[in-house]
């Protein structure tokens, strides 16, 4: 049987509010409204009660606009992750694209005619499925025994079955869906805790320990780099329990340096395609990297990014979004953040120092 996917709409104006409620074919993407507001804080204050399954919400408004209301709800642990649909006027397109460093990708250009509201339709129905498929990943990650698998694989020291998981299709389905990423993610996490408790590890320092890693695991920006940071979490710490490979690891580690020079720039990096290109395990990759390096291979490829985007902005030829993109990050949002952390200045204010 069909669920329910609830849709709020905020907009200061009636007549757009009514025409939503009136011309949307909500029983095409099982929708049911759960509220009407006028205004971004409206809105904040009616999510206390009620999460939707996605927001249509206009741009310019009173109080609070549809962009500061994307802002906060990205940006809060409660409501990150709804899907927020914005109409915006011709005028106010680029303004809006703005929100994009808030994860959102869907916009309606106003006025909002038949044409545009089957537009509307096709992307609740698009959100609806996605919904439905992530609950589906939920429930077969729900049903699996993995947790006990990975409990026994770790009191083992068995590496190789905890590799096996990790190519496995209930990972790989789980941990690329935004909406199963994070409870697969803060499972394995909390396994590996409860793992290093046995050893020999202090409460106190495991405590601080595993909020570090859970705070540096959600602000990742996307699936992708939490796979990367989970499986080498896991290895970097798995590969002291690993006996010393043959005499070929100086070739190895210059085909990783290789491997990485030719891929750095993709955003879709992967340690575990690495490894499969080099045909040795994630664990051993994860232990001759650091033991050559002296750094761990996310470290090394952050590092890599770093220094090509100092290089392209000594130049005025690409915009802050493409050097960006250049470096291997999806989200400009989330690659000025990281420059500054590293540089100590945003990267526009690197350029003028430069140029």
Not at 294 to 305: F, H
């Amino acid at each position: 049987m069909a669920t329910i996917f609830k849709i709020l709409l905020v907009d200061d104006q009636q007549i757009v509010l009514d025409g939503l409620k009136e011309q949307l074919n909500w029983a095409r993407f099982h929708g049911s409204l759960c509220g009407c507001v006028s205004d971004g804080v409206q809105a904040l204050e009616f999510l206390r009660s009620c999460r939707p399954d996605a927001i249509i919400s206009d741009i310019r408004m009173p109080h609070m606009d549809g962009i500061e209301l994307a802002r906060q709800i990205d940006q809060s642990p409660l409501l990150s992750g709804i899907p927020i649909i914005l109409l915006s006027g011709y005028r106010e397109f680029e303004y809006a694209k703005s929100a994009m460093q808030y994860h959102v990708n869907h916009y309606i250009l106003k006025p909002v005619t038949r044409q545009k509201l089957q537009t509307l339709e096709d992307i609740l129905t698009g959100l609806y499925e996605a919904r439905e498929a992530s609950r589906q990943k939920i429930a077969d990650m729900t049903d699996s025994d993995y947790p006990q698998e990975i409990a026994q694989a770790l009191q083992r020291h068995d590496v190789s079955a905890i590799e096996d998981f990790f190519r496995s299709s209930l990972y790989r389905r789980c941990i690329g869906d935004r909406s199963s990423c994070d409870i697969m993610g803060s499972r394995l996490i909390g396994l590996l805790y409860d793992y290093l408790a046995g050893i020999h590890f202090t409460p106190q320092s495991l405590y601080a320990s595993k909020g570090h890693t859970l705070k540096a695991w959600y602000a990742l920006p996307n699936p992708a780099s939490k796979a990367n940071y989970l499986e080498e979490l896991y290895f970097d710490i798995l590969h002291l329990l690993l006996a010393q490979k043959s005499s070929n690891t100086s070739a190895l580690y210059r085909y990783a340096l290789q491997y990485i020079d030719a891929h750095y720039t993709n955003p879709d990096f992967s340690i575990s395609a690495m490894a499969d290109e080099m045909n040795i395990t994630l664990s051993w990759l994860s232990t001759l990297f650091k033991q050559n390096a002296g750094k761990n291979l996310n470290g090394y490829v952050a590092e890599k990014r770093l220094e090509h985007a100092c290089e392209l902005l000594r130049s005025p030829q690409h915009s802050i979004g493409e050097i960006a993109h250049l470096c291997g990050y999806e989200d400009a949002g989330y690659f000025s953040s990281l420059f500054r952390r590293k540089m100590g200045m945003n990267p526009t204010e690197y350029r003028n120092c430069q140029l």
